[in-house]
């Protein structure tokens, strides 16, 4: 199937571009996606090194997503499932946290390990309520504040602060100081409760090929840098300007900020991820593990090739090591310092493990410090003739990001039409 004249340009093929494609397309207005790489999905692909697939950085599919159940078939993808906890290494060795609804015959371990106290398990109880009742928009009607201070008003103790809540929402959020805005703890609370916690069988970049598959082949331009943008035309980065009724920028905050001019900047939180290959996996079970002790450079680690067998190469196990921030040691100081840190862990053994890639991922997600999501969703029309998308004008998610990208491609049929 061959593309008219695009009457929109849509720079970047992330999430937020590719559905905005697909809106237009059902609305039958041509359109060509400009993408700077080699291959579409922006922050969410994945690559093959040694037979290992490696996600960009440790990523998850929250099945719940409203968003992700409307575009995505599920089935298709293959959903692997994680374990509906975590287990958590604090003082010596690892304590086990689960989700009482989802797994009713853990829940004892949960009740008496260390991981805060029994009120902490009751206020958690309150919390998910709290998180599940009502509609998604009515959870954004809630007053907002910073994480941290919004789990304190509910009583939590500062153990269970320092041991589940900094280092797994401080994962979700790449922000183990918690500053992060309370609207995405109550968002992905909920999502977590009423849904799984996923990856596709052939990895993460499934999920934006699936999305690929409904636009026509020709739609698509990779290996095109765009250098500017303003309403209506895209400068390239060869020189050559390309004109349409409307422009949309659906890149990641920061580079929309030096596309088009005056855009506010976008701060962002970056993370970096260390794989290794094993003979063997340090655990039996597609569980999250998290360091309950704020010492060392791990956040949080977790086995794919347990979850999904098919990210291994053989009978390897792939190790996925999750470094909140980008630190300023080389690579190779880096790696030294997590293998001293996983021998804590796991012994010596992890002298053997193999290196595959280091992932240094600058602007992961938007900061979201509140008042940034009141309102949750931010203008994308910027003027006629130009637009922008992406998860920072949403929830910094998958859902986010999809969501921003079908709301401007709503906006413009109105415009065009």
Known sequence: MKVADPEVLIVGGGLAGLCCGIELQKSHIPFKILEADDQIGGRVQTDVVDGFLLDRGFQVLLSAYPECRRMLDYEALKLRRFYPGALIWFKGRFHRITDPWRQPFSALKT???PIGTLNDKIRISRLRRKTTSGTLDSLFEHPETSTLLAIKEMGFSDGMIDRFFKPFFGGVFLDRSLETSSRMLEFTFRMFSTGNTVIPEQGMGQIPKQLASHIPSDAIQTQTAVRTVKPHTVELSCGEVLSANAVVVATEGHRSAK??????????????????????????EPVLILNGENQGVINNLCVPSVVSPTYSAGNSALISVTVLGNPDQDDKV????????????????????????????????????????????????????????????????????????????????????
């Open 111 to 113: 009740v008496f390990s």
């Open 259 to 284: 596309l088009i001019d005056g855009f506010p900047e976008v701060n962002g939180r970056s993370a970096t991820c260390l794989y290794f290959a094993a003979d063997k996996s340090p655990v039996s």
């Open 334 to 417: 880096l790696e030294e310092s997590v293998r001293e840190h996983l021998s804590e862990w796991f012994g010596l053994d992890v002298r053997y493990w193999q290196h595959l890639r280091t992932y240094r991922i600058q602007h992961a997600l938007p900061q979201v410090h509140p008042p940034a999501l009141t309102p949750p969703q931010r203008p994308i029309k910027l003027e006629a003739g130009l637009y922008v998308c992406g998860d920072h004008r949403d929830t910094p998610s998958v859902h986010g990001a999809m969501v921003s990208g079908r709301r401007t491609a709503e906006v413009i049929v109105k415009d065009l039409r």
